[in-house]
């Protein structure tokens, strides 16, 4: 049961380049969001999503995209990378009516 | 406005002693609070939730609505408690979404 898993681990990109990070949850979850792990600061909402084809701006979304086209992916874009946009990136799943969310293992983006 | 406030960046003791990380939190209704952990190299995960009052690893939290506080506190820390913790909110909505606070990084020292 590999549960939540994020591709890539990790990237380094040039400030502008473009990328997507994948997330992919085998547990059936309606649930899921992304989140960016920054020194000092906790995790912080980027999106989420309520369920297939849904998306909605979390706490921090300028910058990023996502999209929810089928149930267990949810991918998280950055069309246009800047060295703000470095950080550690998680997503978690949870389920319908259930409290806990699951984490991804994290992807660690690095911006130049 | 919902926040939670974890006031120590680093909580540093020895093998044995016991362990308070400290966690507060703003809310206007009734709060669900839980407390995350993310051990070196492993993915963050979830060590208690106030609502079930069940002790995790030797680790309890008590939340003090009149305090406003959700402290985590183990009587004998181990080495393999070291690990950062972070303490949640879950957000008024219906979307569970969550509220970190910047976590604590428990070290613990043999």
């Known amino acids: 049961n590999a549960g939540v898993t994020q591709t890539p681990k990790f990237r380094v990109l040039k400030t502008g380049q473009s990328m997507t990070l994948l997330c992919a949850q085998d547990?059936?979850?309606?649930?899921m969001y992304w989140y960016r792990q920054d020194p000092g600061m906790g995790l912080r909402l980027i999106h989420y999503?309520?369920?297939?084809?849904?998306?909605a701006k979390g706490e921090v979304p300028d910058g990023y995209n996502v999209s929810r086209l089928k149930k267990q992916n949810f991918l998280l874009g950055l069309e246009s990378a800047a060295p703000s946009q470095t950080s550690v990136y998680f997503c978690?799943?949870?389920?319908?009516?259930?409290?806990?969310?699951?984490f991804g293992a994290g992807t660690r983006l690095s911006v130049l | 406005a919902q926040r939670v406030t974890q006031p120590e960046k680093l909580l540093s003791v020895f093998k044995g002693a016991p362990v308070e990380l400290k966690c507060n939190y703003s809310?206007?209704?009734?709060?669900?609070l839980f407390w995350y952990v993310q051990y070196s190299r492993q993915r963050l995960q979830l060590l208690l939730r106030?609502?079930s009052r069940e002790s995790i690893k030797g680790f309890t939290a008590d939340l003090n609505k009149g305090e406003t506080s959700f402290h985590l506190k183990k009587p004998f820390a181990q080495e393999e408690d070291s690990a950062m913790y972070y303490c949640?909110?879950?957000?008024?909505?219906?979307?569970?979404?969550?509220?970190f606070g910047a976590g604590t990084r428990l070290a613990v020292h043999p």
């Open positions: 106030h609502i």
């Open positions: 999503s309520v369920g297939e084809g849904t998306t």
């Open positions: 978690a799943s949870r389920g319908q009516g259930r409290d806990i969310q699951y």
């Open positions: 809310y206007s209704g009734s709060p669900e």
């Open positions: 949640a909110l879950k957000e008024g909505g219906g979307y569970n979404k969550l509220i």
């Open positions: 547990m059936n979850h309606e649930y």
